[in-house]
């Protein structure tokens, strides 16, 4: 079994920073693409960032040069890095992991969710 744990969730004012953590464990053969996803109250989840496995980066246009997604495999760890919060980004947090486990094959993991409030 394949687990992924997030940590760093909280209350900030705007224009604060705050900083998560996806951390994997398990059965884990193989590590592909890690992303970031949000989800407003009453909303879908949607993409905030993803990083492949060779390090390219794409982010969402809201959170462009304010947030920073990184990896560490050996860590089995994506990080995001958030700066110069908005209220608007207040959401519950999701990480996802692109991970090869024990059936050979590749599977899409979430996380459990952090929650994210921006007060103004």
């Known amino acids: 079994q394949v687990q992924l744990v997030e940590s760093g969730g909280g209350l900030v004012q705007a224009g604060g920073s705050l900083g998560l953590s996806c951390v994997a464990s398990?059965?884990?053969?193989?590590?592909?693409?890690m992303g970031w996803y949000r989800q407003p109250p009453g909303k879908q989840r949607n993409l905030v960032a993803r990083?492949?496995?060779?390090?390219?980066?794409n982010y969402t246009e809201s959170v462009e040069g304010r947030f920073t997604i990184s990896r560490d495999d050996a860590k089995k760890t994506v990080y995001l890095q958030m700066n110069s919060l908005k209220p608007e980004d207040s959401a519950v947090y999701y990480c996802?992991?692109?991970?090869?486990?024990?059936?050979?094959?590749?599977?899409?993991?979430w996380g459990q969710g952090t929650q994210v409030t921006v007060s103004s």
């Open positions: 990083i492949t496995k060779d390090g390219s980066v």
């Open positions: 398990g059965s884990i053969f193989g590590l592909n693409t």
């Open positions: 996802n992991q692109e991970i090869k486990d024990s059936t050979g094959w590749y599977g899409s993991y």
